[in-house]
């Protein structure tokens, strides 16, 4: 059968535009034994696929050029040679940007409605949610009565951070980029101190003015000099999990700032990149915890949905223009 | 009765010299109860003390301008007003760099010789040698087969650190900034492979070649563009322990580098800024292994040791030109 997929046409320098992506039509082969044919339903888009699209060394392999974007996918298994899944089954997986495709029964998992919206694992069931589960819980290690400061706060993991951080006690205090999102965090969210990046000229002033008692942990999604003020406010013995760079993702050169070993030694400070999979083990205990918080009314959740499979493009591209609010996915 | 102290002058602006410093003699007032007279022996030069001579905000408040220098000392009790000290004991403690001085007895601590040299409080058995210990064993947290880099390796944690990482099974390659310090690494102490920075050129080609498997750990003494040579190496999940920032000391504005995280990131890579006093309540268990260490000979300790209390100064300016192997005493 046929099927559209999306493929990398040349690498981007700098920011990447539609330009590095082409829809194609292709022929899909036979379903072999331990394989399904799926439909997509979602399509996740995240900060993180700029990276794959560079060729250099990272947690994930480069993304070919000529071959379909791959990422988190919930999908409906139509067709297969699977004993594990049947006909009807929704599954999530890493998969192709393809309306169809075929995929091995291995790398899919079974999702449960039960739990929530289909979309929901692409976000507060799946990557992001546990982003920030295991971010907050294992790295930023939150103590009540502490000020936690989370960059990108109104985006897929910065809202779900900041709110756990909130149910541990914590004074939240959250950077982001437009009026509305600043309203939305304070008002939909709770978040106990806000600060609109674009339109504040000190942020170094304005991080030590919401935070009189200094920054004793950072969740930090975006990175350069938004973090540089941030981290001229931080305490001894805080703690910053390092979940995103969206500030340097397009940059072609290496960035410079001011050199931050002084001042972490001087604060016995910690620092610590992550990717959610160094947790795999410990996802069930993470998707429980946010089911019962999302249960309880304590998490709430919120995604901004593109209808179309050919506006994943400028949905992935929008990202980087701070469209979304919350976790950004495309509908087919 | 009369004694002899060396107080700071001016703050030093960059690289501290000799006229930062006076020596004068003062008076000291009569012993009250719970307090003793000390004869300084031994008293220690480090590199953390420059932070303590700029006017600003760190683990430790600065030193006063026209008040003495202060630091670790192992002095003998001559007199005092003491149940806890008895004259011709030796003890150890933060003191001002006086010929004699009267300190609380609540600030020293005795040293009992059977377990080594009196210099060595100041060193193996003293901050130095714990500080080694637990940024070794609490950051790094070295697993055999794994290669860790130390810089400052000939300094006198570098040494140590260097040592304790080979004994858990490491690679251990050390960086230093002469030949005599490079051969004495290999040769006096194990050390696989050594880089002398004042005469390398690439130090990120030198750090490769070194480490063909990449940096596992890397317990940096010096910061500065010999880090960035190494953190361009790490591998993923690498930790590095931040234990000094010798290289820039002495600068008057924020040193710019290469933005750090996103490489951390993408490495899920730890670094920790850190001060011996974090680990105060594991002080014996440190103390007894590195005990146990060099009782089976397999920890070896240097030290360089200048003469003459009035050259406190400059053998504390040496430090900065690398004028030391191992850890750097004056002894009076």
């Given at each position: 059968m046929t099927t559209k997929q999306i493929v990398l046409t040349v690498r981007p320098i700098g920011t990447?535009?539609?330009?590095?992506?082409?829809?194609e039509k292709i022929v899909l082969p036979e379903i072999q034994t331990g394989e399904v044919l799926l439909k997509g339903l979602?399509?996740?888009?995240?900060?993180?696929?700029?990276?794959?699209?560079?060729?250099?060394?990272?947690?994930t392999p480069p993304f070919a050029i000529g071959q379909p974007i791959e990422g988190s996918v919930v999908a409906l298994v139509v067709d297969?040679?699977?004993?594990?899944?049947?006909?009807?089954?929704?599954?999530?997986?890493?998969?192709?940007?393809?309306?169809?495709?075929i995929a091995s029964e291995k790398i899919l998992h079974k999702i449960?409605?039960?739990?929530?919206?289909?979309?929901?694992?692409?976000g507060i069931l799946g990557m992001t949610g546990l982003t920030a589960y295991f971010g907050i819980m294992r790295i930023c290690k939150p103590i009540a009565g502490e000020t936690i400061v989370i960059s990108g706060a109104a985006g897929?993991?910065?809202?779900?951070?900041?709110?756990?951080?909130k149910i541990h006690g914590c004074r939240v205090i959250g950077i982001a980029g437009s009026d509305e999102k600043i309203k939305l965090l304070k008002e939909g969210y709770g978040f106990d101190g806000v600060v609109n990046y674009k339109t504040t000229k000190d942020m170094n002033s304005a991080i030590a003015a919401l935070c009189p008692k200094g920054v004793d942990e950072y969740f930090d999604n975006?990175?350069?000099e938004i973090s540089d003020a941030v981290i001229n406010n931080l305490n001894f013995h805080a703690r910053i999990a390092l979940c995103g760079q969206i500030s340097l993702y397009n940059s072609e050169e290496t960035p410079l700032g001011p050199r931050l070993q002084p001042l972490?030694?001087?604060?016995?400070?910690?620092m610590q990149g992550f990717i959610v999979s160094n947790y795999r083990n410990e996802f069930a205990e993470g998707i429980t915890q946010i089911a019962q918080w999302l249960k309880s009314g304590e998490?709430?959740?919120?995604?901004?949905?593109?209808?179309?499979?050919?506006?994943?493009?400028s949905a992935f591209l929008g990202l980087f223009r701070g469209e979304n609010t919350g976790k950004m996915v495309v509908k087919a």
């Open positions: 990447p535009t539609n330009n590095n992506f082409k829809i979602y399509y996740s888009v995240d900060p993180y696929m700029r990276g794959r699209m560079n060729d250099i060394k990272s947690y297969g040679k699977s004993e594990k899944f049947n006909k009807g089954d929704l599954v999530t997986g890493m998969l192709p940007w393809r309306t169809e495709t449960d409605l039960s739990q929530g919206h289909a979309s929901y694992f692409l897929a993991v910065g809202i779900v951070a900041g709110q756990i951080a975006v990175g350069g972490l030694l001087t604060r016995s400070a910690l998490l709430k959740f919120t995604e901004t949905c593109i209808d179309g499979f050919d506006n994943l493009p």
